[in-house]
């Protein structure tokens, strides 16, 4: 179903690989899926896949292309687990916001200028976050995103739909940090916050070790219903 494209940067100095997956008729609108640690994935194509069968245009943006174009790993791997985490602190997320802003430019356009949102993974959800604070994204769902609670200062900028799912055994993300989370994100009318209880985190990946059948259709159900309503 899918296909690869190639995304120009905002400043079009370079461009970076996405995988792109469309509906069988005209899009309702698009939806750029954010990769974990893993790269382009099958797991976060598959993703991109399910959505273009729900009637969107779906887009996976390559992210870490600034420190190797192209990766593709497998979580259930331990030396690719290993690999994963090493590409970290190489990572700029703000850099990573320029390259969503011309993701949802890319996408924008696919749509005839219509909406576009975001759901991102682990990373992706963080990602997912910093979209919702920074960009024109029409609404954000994020999975689980570590490091959310520091960029809490953030938080004001966002005016639009923003939907957080988070484990509650998740052993990156503590139950006081999903607290400290909520502490300032409940005020905010625009974001509805989900805890799934007795998972951890990566419950809601494709396939694989780490995937919890029940509370990933669960967290999966109201990510569609979200968009269907935000993004109409």
Request: with cysteine; proline share 3%.
């Given at each position: 179903?899918?296909?690869r ?9 370079d ?33 991109c896949?399910?959505?273009?069968e729900?009637?969107?245009?779906a ?41 969503i802003?011309?993701?949802i430019r890319a996408?924008r ?14 990373l992706?959800?963080?990602?997912a976050f910093?979209a ?12 689980y ?25 998740d ?12 502490s ?7 974001v ?8 951890d ?19 999966d ?12």
């Amino acid at each position: 179903m899918g296909e690869r494209i190639d995304i120009p940067t905002l400043d079009g100095g370079d461009s970076f690989s996405a995988y792109l997956a469309r509906p069988a008729g005209a899009p309702k609108a698009a939806i750029i899926v954010i990769q974990e640690i893993f790269g382009v994935n099958p797991g976060i194509r598959a993703k991109c896949d399910a959505w273009a069968e729900a009637g969107y245009l779906a887009v996976a943006p390559d992210l870490f292309w600034r420190i190797e174009r192209d990766i593709v790993l497998d979580p259930d791997v331990e030396d690719e687990m290993k690999r994963a985490f090493g590409y970290i602190g190489q990572f700029d997320p703000d850099l990573g916001v320029l390259d969503i802003e011309a993701t949802i430019r890319a996408a924008r356009a696919g749509v005839d200028g219509g909406k576009v949102g975001i759901v991102g993974f682990c990373l992706g959800g963080r990602m997912a976050f910093l979209a919702a604070a920074r960009t024109d994204i029409d609404a954000s769902v994020g999975y689980y995103g570590g490091g959310i609670d520091k960029l809490l200062g953030g938080a004001h900028a966002i005016a639009k739909p923003l939907l957080l799912h988070f484990a509650e055994l998740d052993h990156f993300i503590t139950a006081e940090v999903v607290a400290d989370i909520r502490s300032v994100l409940d005020t905010n009318g625009h974001v509805t916050i989900h805890e799934y209880a007795g998972v951890d985190h990566g419950f809601a990946t494709t396939s694989g070790k780490r995937r919890s059948e029940e509370a990933a259709q669960l967290a999966d159900g109201r990510s569609a219903t979200f968009f269907a309503e935000h993004l109409k």
